[in-house]
DNA sequence: GTCATCATGTAAGCCGTTACATGATTGC
DNA sequence: GCAATCATGTAACGGCTTACATGATGAC
């Protein structure tokens, strides 16, 4: 999961390195992926061990140097102007060493295949990333993971239902029961919509048939 | 979460052995807590350690012995013979040496404590299973569970709305943040419901004022 | 000169899982 | 006699978290 964040962002934002990368999902995704340094960086070195991502020491060429100080009088003034300077020479680096990754073609070969995601987590963050970047999908394999989704989702209420079923459950636990399947239920509406929707892009000859502007149009409610 | 789980169960349906307990645990409550051999026992095992149950080995008042054992002359014949006398010697049990275990005081007070779960984890599970058991809660600290609750979604309700304002996200991304939102929203709606049905109950008073009838009714749409 | 932020990493621990090991009992 | 189910446990691992260690840079 974890993996395939990185992996996404890098492919998606082009060159970072590690704090930014962590800035960068908590801001775009949020609750599906506040990862910590402490899951990061340890997945950063994995995936540079596997050979997914290329690490350069962020030693990039240095600017040529600034014009000449004018001098200020002021201390504070020169001081600034160091400041300024040493920070001119390091310039678009401003920090510490920072390693900034690159995916490589094998990231991008493990990113298509974390996508599809065959054996992975059926919970809802996990979903909800793959989704997130599905542009990066072809169109079929998206179509595949919603779809898959659905299914997964519809047994998982068939279960609930079932659990509802016996009316051994106090008042607590029946809401509890019943608000999980109203929330799976929801779930899968929406599904279905996005399925609706991917699956009238995917027939461009229904744009054309007569009447069919109708289906396509207003899909994400 | 767990232990909550195991100590439910042991207060509402009595005493238990592991088996059985993972399959009540199943049925009932179904995705809340389905849980595996190898971290129930080890729970157990910890539980019975910390003194929140105990274990009796299952080794309940004996039948009367059978009649003694006519010798048979073959090895494995006085074997099945031995087997079929314990078997009718532990009578009502008809299996393995079952520990079953009943919960304790401390048990009850530690399950008290994990039900308000004032430190607990604010995932959809562990609330799930609080509110499940929470008959068993005082009614303040029941509404203060849902109300605690309800303020951990709005917060994060608004942390996803500041993630979908930015406009850098694509259709799927955008589908997927939108439908979090929407999925908060469909929950706190439902903690209101709970939490006016909570509060209308804590208010007998309301029932006897007049044109209160209307607020009471219909709570759980 | 001190505090916040940027930046990278390690260590320990939590909470669960799957897989493995063992064995009794029942039903066919 | 063989498979399915009942029953208890251990071992290894997974994926994440918090806390800790370290240090540069910038702002006031």
Redesign the interface.
Known sequence: MLDLAILGLLEERGDLHGYEIRKQLR??????ANVSFGSLYPALARLEAAGAVEATEALEPVEPPAAPVPPTGSLSGEWAVLRSRRRATRRGRGRRSRKVYRITDRGRSLFADLLTGQGAADDPRSF?LR?????HLPAPARLALLERRRLQLTE?LA??R??GG?D??????R???D??A??LQ??IG?LDR?IETERSAATPGAALAPGATAAVGGG?R
């Open positions: 801001e775009g995704l949020g609750l599906l909800g989704l997130a970047f599905a542009r998982r279960e609930v079932t659990a016996q051994a459950l106090d008042v607590y636990a809401a509890v029961v608000h999980m109203d929330a929801h779930d929406w996005l994400a």
